[in-house]
Every structure is written in structure tokens, then in C-alpha cells.
């Protein structure tokens, strides 16, 4: 059965530095996975989607890794801003199902 | 942006009494999925439908049931309300061109007391 686990649950920097985000899956059969963006009270945001078969993908500054054999992925952002500040999920495509991590909440102190 | 709107936002209700929760979409999406969120967990799917009046359940259907009677409006219902169905509910669908991106509405938040 697919797990899908984030650490840390919280991370808290200054803003400006660049961080990253892990996410770990168990089960190396992926048909994609894909990183959100959810900001208090409201739905989520879509912001990368990797393919199976890609490495990463970019979009500003955010980059996202995928390293399906030893079941990991990172969003890395670049430069980071106060307006960043949200909790960041993982979701792995296993099966034609949807596998979530529990979320990494992220506070950019200005 | 799919145009997905869920109402109602926020409800409180009681124990034993039926809920009825609406995610309506402006995009023509075939797939779309009531999912519920709650501190501590992922989001975890409740039932999803891939057309008008198909459906299937998720991994925690039970309590719920959902129809489809319009492409365009997906309805999940808790027949019966009880307190460990007190969470965020999330309505999503599926974008067109087989990328598999996913689309969310803005939660309703349900207290059931």
C-alpha cells in the first residue's frame, strides 16, 4: 500500500533563503506526482506536476525533483518570500489514485 | 482555474440529521472527487465519479453517498451526520489532456455537534 509521508510537518526560515521540501513515497510505481499549495481557509493550488518518466520541473522559483527508485521528491524554492507562507502537499499518482501527504506548514519571517 | 464552487462554506448541524454538500463546475470536466481533510492527516478521497451517474467509492465511503445527475454538479451526501464526520470537505476535478492536474474548490467546512 502507497504511503506518502512529509517531514517536517512545520519549518520556519527568514526570508530570503532558499529551502527545500521533501516528500517520500514507498512505492516506486508512480504514474506522477504532484506538489500543492494550500493557504489557510481556502482549497489548493496546483503548483508542479511531474511525469513519471521527467527528473523535475520548474516553474519560477520553484523546482521540483523526482527520484522515483529511491521513492523521494523535493520542491525547492528559490529566494524565498513572506507571501510563500502556506502548507505545501505532496500527491502520488499510484494506481490511478491519489496518495496525499499529511503537509508541510511554512512560515517565511519577513 | 476549473470554476469549481462548493456550497454551502460552512454548516453546523447535529447528530443524526442529513447533509448535503454541492460542488458545481464551469469546465466540462468528466472526472471530478469529494475528498475530506482533517489536522494531522492527508486529504483522504471519499468517492469520485467519471461521468454523469457514474461513481465509485473511495477509501473512506462510508456514511456517504454522492450523485451525479449533471456533468456539471457532483453532490455528497452524509445521510446521517455524525461527529467524526466533522471536517473539511474538498471537491476537485480532474483537467482535461490526460495531465492529470487537479483543480480544487474552496472547502466546506462542516461541524457536526
Known amino acids: 500500500k502507497q504511503e506518502v509521508t512529509q517531514i517536517p510537518a512545520a519549518l520556519s526560515v527568514p526570508e530570503g533563503e532558499n529551502l527545500v521540501l521533501n516528500c517520500s513515497f514507498t512505492?516506486?510505481?508512480?504514474?506522477?506526482l504532484q506538489w500543492f499549495r494550500q493557504d489557510p481557509g481556502k482549497g489548493l493550488t496546483s503548483l508542479l506536476l511531474i511525469q513519471s518518466s521527467q527528473r523535475e520541473q520548474t516553474s519560477g522559483r520553484l523546482n521540483a525533483s523526482l527520484d522515483k527508485s529511491s521513492g523521494r521528491s523535493t520542491l525547492y524554492i528559490a529566494a524565498s518570500q513572506p507571501g510563500d507562507s502556506a502548507t505545501y502537499l505532496c500527491?502520488?499518482?499510484?494506481?490511478?489514485?491519489?496518495?496525499w501527504g499529511a503537509g508541510t506548514k511554512l512560515i517565511i519571517k519577513p | 482555474d476549473a470554476g469549481i464552487t462548493q456550497s454551502p462554506r460552512h454548516k453546523v448541524t447535529e447528530t443524526g440529521t442529513p447533509v448535503t454538500l454541492r460542488c458545481h463546475q464551469t469546465?466540462?470536466?468528466?472526472?471530478m472527487y469529494w475528498y475530506r481533510q482533517d489536522p494531522g492527516h492527508g486529504l483522504r478521497l471519499i468517492h469520485y465519479?467519471?461521468?454523469?451517474?457514474?461513481?465509485d467509492k473511495g477509501e473512506v465511503s462510508d456514511g456517504y453517498s454522492v450523485s451525479r445527475s449533471k456533468t456539471e454538479d457532483f453532490l455528497l451526501t452524509l445521510e446521517s451526520a455524525t461527529s467524526s464526520q466533522t471536517s473539511v470537505y474538498f471537491c476537485?476535478?480532474?483537467?482535461?489532456?490526460?495531465?492529470?492536474?487537479?483543480?480544487f474548490g474552496e472547502g466546506s467546512r462542516l461541524t457536526v455537534l
Open positions: 476537485a476535478t480532474l483537467g482535461e489532456g490526460n495531465t492529470g492536474e487537479l483543480f
Open positions: 465519479s467519471y461521468g454523469v451517474k457514474d461513481t
Open positions: 500527491a502520488v499518482d499510484s494506481n490511478y489514485q491519489l496518495i
Open positions: 512505492d516506486s510505481a508512480i504514474y506522477n
Open positions: 469546465e466540462n470536466h468528466r472526472y
